[in-house]
């Protein structure tokens, strides 16, 4: 049954609503969900202030209609789509970076900036926000905020959560709240700024962000190194950060993904596993590479380059459009379900092998690559969607990788979120006592269940979890 959101008009300016079918498909879905399981929300809306945000939230809430935060729509999980359908709330047009306080290496955003822009706005003062995810340039802050997510140089400078101050933020029933401050360290009261990142809009719409930033290092290198063996590759870059290099940036391609990325990006990267490096430093930067380089070759590197400028900036590109790059490789193939497990860095080898065996005996491609030193893999089951027992190997390879990483003492998702795709391992991960801590924390902060519901927590199996999200 369709909801009933005829209550938009009166709360926003025409132009800020859409019943149309062309607004509706645009936020039936995200960049991973597959075309099967898009839902049409049944209308889409466009604050542009946080009183249009209360507004909305607050008459949606009395009538029990779900609303689903949407930014950009580059989540990987199914995180934006309304799996329940109702409203979509656009916060695209909250887009203005509102203060730069570079004596404080600050910034307040609205939700709706690009990470691409915020840091545009801050480099004129040499500041820059370091965690911001390979997608930075098309997703806005606000879906990083609710995904927790990272990017490649978390490995130096940590997760998004590190670097937000204070955030306000609208409650289902429309109550605006502000969190955090903008002291550098606080230990006053529950830490709601780490409850709301993260919490992928199913507690509250973020409005507005303060975060730190940080100065641009006066030093600033990067290199790539060429493996024989992916095993080498992944054993050098355990024992690099077992040693301590302070590496700002450190990603490993298996020979599969440097192929993708040459096939997509027209470089000219070796059949080989490949490490991609970046140094930060104010002084003494290349004592850093010195200790990289050494360890590498206690592993068998074949080669070790550092590279100037431009030609650094054509690798990091292909990196960053290593996603797309998947999609155009070899159609029909597509990746059967894409992960990111992250595991404690001394068990990162045994998980990229893992993976990469599951495909061999099932003979199947699984380009592995990613946020090395973090312990994070992307893997990528590569099947023919019209070929069910290749969709079921894919699927079985990909749930085993989870489940692995699991046991390993790791988690089922380094930075996309749970979303609707990892919902089915969060018993297995949190245990059920901290799956019902949080379906507690749901119900007390939404009581009618109105924020994007259908995510994050597992399906209903025995009535119990299924409080956390009530069925419409
Ligand atoms: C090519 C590519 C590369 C990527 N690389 C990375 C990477 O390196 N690291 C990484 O972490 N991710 C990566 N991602 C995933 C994605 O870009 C991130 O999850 C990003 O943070 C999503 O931002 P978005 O603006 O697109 O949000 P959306 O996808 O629109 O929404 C994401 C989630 O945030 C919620 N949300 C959005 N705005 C608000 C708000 N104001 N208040 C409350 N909830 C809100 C939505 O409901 C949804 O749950 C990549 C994606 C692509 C396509």
């Known amino acids: ?74 989540g990987i999980e199914g995180n934006a789509l309304p799996a329940r359908s109702g409203v979509s709330m656009d916060l ?35 500041l820059f926000l370091p965690p911001l995810p390979q997608s930075a340039d098309i997703s806005t802050v606000g879906g990083m905020i609710a995904t927790d997510a990272s990017g490649a140089k978390t490995v130096k400078y940590g997760e998004v959560h590190d670097w937000v101050l204070a955030l306000e933020a609208v409650l289902a029933d ?38 730190e930033l940080a100065r641009q290092p006066a030093q600033v290198r990067g290199g790539h190194a060429v493996f024989e063996s992916l095993d080498d590759a992944a054993t050098a870059i355990a024992a690099t950060m077992q040693a301590g290099v302070d590496v700002a940036t450190i990603e490993l391609l298996d020979s599969v993904s440097t192929k993708i990325a040459n096939a997509y990006s027209g470089t000219d990267l070796p059949d080989a596993p490949t490490v991609f490096v970046e140094f930060h430093a104010n002084h003494g930067v290349d004592t850093e590479i010195e200790a990289c ?44 379900k894409p992960g990111d497990v992250t595991v404690p860095i001394s068990q990162y080898p045994d998980l990229v092998r893992h993976a990469k065996e599951l495909g061999a005996e099932h003979d199947l491609d699984v380009p592995c690559f ?6 994070n893999v992307h893997y990528n089951v590569l099947v023919n969607p ?13 749930d085993a990788v989870v489940e692995r990483a699991i046991e390993m003492g790791g988690t089922s998702t380094g930075e996309h979120g749970v979303g609707r795709g990892k919902r089915e391992y969060m018993i ?31 399906e209903p199996v025995d009535g119990k979890l299924s409080r956390a999200d009530p069925p419409d």
């Open 386 to 398: 019209d070929d069910p027992e290749e969709r079921e190997a894919g699927r079985a390879i990909s």
């Open 428 to 458: 297995a991960e949190h245990g059920e006592g901290a799956v019902e801590t949080m379906g507690a924390i749901k119900r007390a902060l939404d009581p009618n269940g109105i924020l994007n519901p259908g995510k994050i927590f597992p």
């Open 370 to 375: 990613g946020h090395a030193g973090d312990g």
């Open 174 to 211: 429309g109550t605006v709240i502000e969190t955090g401050s903008r002291a550098k360290k606080t230990s006053s009261g529950y830490n709601l700024d780490d409850l709301l990142v993260g919490s992928e809009g199913t507690l509250a719409v973020v409005t507005r962000a303060t975060f």
């Open 1 to 74: 049954m369709p909801h009933d959101c005829s209550f938009l008009a009166d709360r926003l300016d025409d132009g800020q609503v859409s019943l149309g079918d062309d607004d509706r498909d645009s936020h039936a879905g995200d960049w991973g969900t597959p075309e099967a399981d898009r839902v049409r929300p049944d209308a889409v809306c466009w604050p542009t202030s946080t009183l249009d945000v209360s507004a909305v939230l607050a008459a949606a809430n009395d009538r029990g209609v779900p609303v689903t935060p949407y930014a950009a729509g580059t």
């Open 92 to 126: 695209t047009r909250m887009d203005r970076v509102l203060d730069v306080r570079p004596d404080d290496f600050q910034v307040d955003v609205e939700p709706g900036v690009l990470g691409g822009t915020l840091n545009d706005a801050v480099a004129e003062h040499d």
């Open 293 to 336: 380089r050494e360890i590498f070759e206690e592993h068998g590197v074949e080669r070790f380059a550092m590279a100037a400028g431009a030609e650094m900036d054509e690798l990091w590109a292909a990196r960053r459009d290593l996603a797309n790059a998947l999609l155009a490789y070899d159609p029909p193939r597509r990746p059967a």
